[in-house]
């Protein structure tokens, strides 16, 4: 047995019969019908995740943070007004987060709350569209998982202000997990931005699971950045369900981690839904970044649209595994896939596998995927103008992931997003000299 297994089973404590326990029981049971993934599978062929399920992790501890919050700007989007949650170690941390007022009928909440409290509001949607199926690491989750953030927009409601999500990971030695859980629940023709950041200090690891629910004409933007430390472990899914006419995007940045795995699933289940995913991976060292994901267009006249373009530097590893699903009698869809990928050493190695699966005749669908280096003649051209080398191969780079940022359409978030990119090719830089 392994020792994650091991592990699990000593710390699996539920012991009620409300519904909440009978899904956590469900889900901890399936764990003997889902064995962990391995290279056999293709969905896993690249990604090794020994390093998780043979460690013996335990639920992470409730902390206060080892460093201060204020001394951390960054997790503030350096000015940019948000309503902000903070959690740490996967608990809801109050006196951290903010406390302005919300539009009526609009929940901001820890999940863990909102279970105790008013427990019907979570109960249609909770675990109803994140399923197990292959992947035993969702039922860890589900099985698992203590607190995190629940979203409730009323019919009609638009927030000004984006809604910023925090889950900050620390390690005193142990190897310990958490378990972030959030369920974003957008009524008819509501529209909310949503920003999940994970960053941590140590060596840990995260399994997240984000469940997002569109009722008819709603939109919801969200954007998630990974900046976790650099001996941690990231595996996360996102799924999304939409209803007729609503609007989804998701924007995938992946900065940090050991090992990363990036699971996004889209179901687009009513007609004129439209869903928006785009990712944008950096890694250098020996950093793994796996993106999968899936567009399943269940009903006519939806519209898909992805573009994922990763940038490999040092000995590290990326994979791209993208799949559209076109189910029989969904005509008149309309679906584009794209990765690109950038490889700025001759170590690096990316895996990019785009899939069109169409079982409908009255569709127009198109995918494709480039993996390549610097362009030579536009290096010897910035050059010849002058500029060094590393600040040409900088130049070219950032050229390369800055419109991945532009697409986020939110100016501020754009800015904070910049200056991440800028300090990451900085630090590219002086490895460069």
């Known amino acids: 047995m392994e020792p994650l297994t091991q592990q699990l089973e000593r710390d699996f404590k539920v012991t009620g019969n409300s519904w909440i326990d009978r899904i956590r029981k469900e889900a901890f049971q399936s764990l003997a019908q889902l064995p962990y993934p391995t290279s ?41 007004h948000a309503i902000r949650r903070v959690f740490v170690n996967g608990y809801h941390c109050p006196k951290l987060s903010s406390t302005e007022p919300l539009p009526q009928g609009v929940i901001v909440d820890n999940l863990a709350t909102i279970l105790q409290n008013n427990p019907k509001r979570v109960e249609p949607y909770l675990s109803r569209y994140a399923k197990d199926q292959n992947n035993p690491f969702i039922a860890i989750n589900t099985a698992f998982f203590q607190e995190g953030a629940f979203l409730y927009l009323p019919k009609g409601i638009t927030l000004e202000h984006p809604i910023h999500l925090v889950y ?12 972030p859980r959030t369920l974003v629940i957008a009524e008819e023709g509501s529209e909310a931005r949503i920003v999940e950041t994970y960053i941590g200090d140590g060596s840990y690891w995260t399994n997240a699971v984000t469940e997002i629910v569109l009722g008819e004409n709603a939109r919801i933007h969200s954007c998630k950045i990974q900046e976790e430390s650099a001996e941690a472990f990231h595996l996360s899914t996102l799924f999304i369900h939409q209803n007729r006419d609503s609007r989804a995007s998701s924007h995938v940045i992946s900065l940090g981690g050991k090992i990363t795995r990036n699971d996004v699933r889209a179901l687009l289940d009513a007609e004129g839904s439209e869903v928006t995913l785009n990712g944008l991976t950096m890694a250098s060292d020996n950093q793994h970044v796996d993106n999968q994901t899936l567009i399943d267009h269940a009903k006519p006249h939806s519209t898909s649209d992805e573009l994922y373009k990763g940038i490999l530097d040092g000995k590290s590893n990326g994979v791209f595994n993208g799949r559209i699903v076109v189910r029989p009698n969904a005509q008149k869809i309309r ?27 009255d569709v127009r669908c198109n995918h494709g995927a480039t993996i390549g280096r610097l ?22 780079t ?5 419109d991945m940022i532009q697409r986020l359409a939110y100016g501020p978030l754009e800015t904070y997003l910049e200056i991440l990119l800028l300090q990451r090719l900085g630090h590219a830089e002086e490895e460069l000299r």
């Not at 902390?63 to 997790?75: G, Q, S």
């Not at 010897?380 to 900088?394: I, N």
């Not at 950032?398 to 800055?402: I, V």
């Open 40 to 80: 056999e599978q293709e969905e896993w062929k690249y990604t090794d995740v020994e390093p998780i399920v043979g460690a013996p992790f335990r639920l992470a501890e409730r902390k206060e943070l080892l460093v201060p919050f204020e001394k951390r700007k960054h997790l503030t989007f350096s000015g940019i």
């Open 168 to 179: 900050f990971s620390q390690s005193n030695g142990a190897a310990a997990v958490s378990h």
């Open 335 to 361: 679906a584009q896939q794209t990765n690109k990928n950038l490889l700025l050493s001759d170590d690096a190695k990316m895996n990019t596998k785009p899939l069109l699966e169409i079982h409908a005749d």
């Open 375 to 396: 362009d030579e003649n536009q290096l010897f051209y910035l050059r010849s103008r002058g500029m060094g080398e590393a600040e040409a191969r900088t130049l070219l």
């Open 398 to 402: 950032y050229a390369f992931a800055s």
